[in-house]
């Protein structure tokens, strides 16, 4: 099965500094990459994913990096706000049964200072 | 839309009860997923169905733990006997069967077993 490694565990950043969570995975296969993010107390909710056939996206302030060669991706958040303070996973999705099955990092805590 | 709902929203119970989580998934999604989140180890998959059919159960990690999809409206997660250790947020998630990967969560079912 797949195995998804995330670090750091706890980002702690001041307004306005841009933050990097980086992931790991274990099987080449895998070929769909999302991140949610999760507020405290809340759900987990979809914020960008990435493709295999894609190197990089992005949406406004978030982006997404992938190198399937070295098995890693990043998440990059540029100009902080203290909205964006919550816990992000990656994921790394193999097709199993004719569809995408994630596996979950074990989530990075993000803290922005004002 | 209502989203994704759990019922109940938190459950305390005593070692050796037994213990049902409902999830009603979005009308229309095929998939169903069930998460146990817990500090030590992320957000681990237990289970996921297809069309109301279990897929893959290879998550669940006992005998004590049971899920079932009566049909495309509603599926319990059920634990019996309950332990200590139980002690987590679990979450549901749904997902349309085509044009979309994202996964929609619930708002989770925080269970303390004493």
């Known amino acids: 099965g797949e195995n998804v490694e995330q670090h750091p565990s706890t980002l702690s950043v001041q307004e306005g500094d841009s933050a990097v969570i980086k992931c790991t995975y274990s099987d080449s296969a895998s070929n769909y990459f999302p991140w949610y993010k999760q507020e405290l107390g809340k759900r987990p909710q979809l914020i960008i994913d990435?493709?295999?056939?894609?190197g990089e996206k992005k949406d406004q302030r978030i982006a997404v990096t992938l190198n399937k060669t070295a098995k890693h991706f990043s998440l990059h958040i540029t100009e902080t706000q203290p909205e964006d303070s919550a816990v992000y996973f990656c994921?790394?999705?193999?097709?199993?049964?004719?569809?995408?099955?994630?596996?979950f990092g074990r989530g990075t805590s993000l803290i922005v200072h004002p | 839309d209502a989203g994704v709902i759990q019922s109940p929203r938190h459950e305390v119970t005593e070692m050796g009860q037994e213990v049902t989580l409902r999830c009603k998934p979005i009308?229309?999604?095929?998939?169903l997923f069930w998460y146990r989140q817990t500090m030590m180890r992320g957000l681990e998959l237990l289970i996921y169905?297809?069309?109301?059919?279990?897929?893959?159960d290879s998550g669940m990690p006992e005998d004590r733990f049971s899920a079932k999809m009566p049909n495309a409206s509603f599926s319990t997660l059920k634990i019996q006997p309950s332990e200590p250790r139980d002690s987590a947020v679990y979450f549901c998630?749904?997902?349309?069967?085509?044009?979309?990967?994202?996964?929609?969560f619930g708002p989770g079912t925080r269970l303390t077993v004493l």
């Open positions: 998630a749904s997902r349309p069967g085509t044009y979309t990967d994202t996964q929609y």
């Open positions: 169905f297809n069309n109301n059919v279990p897929i893959d």
């Open positions: 994921a790394a999705s193999l097709v199993s049964g004719g569809s995408y099955i994630p596996t």
């Open positions: 990435i493709r295999s056939n894609v």
């Open positions: 009308s229309g999604h095929d998939y």
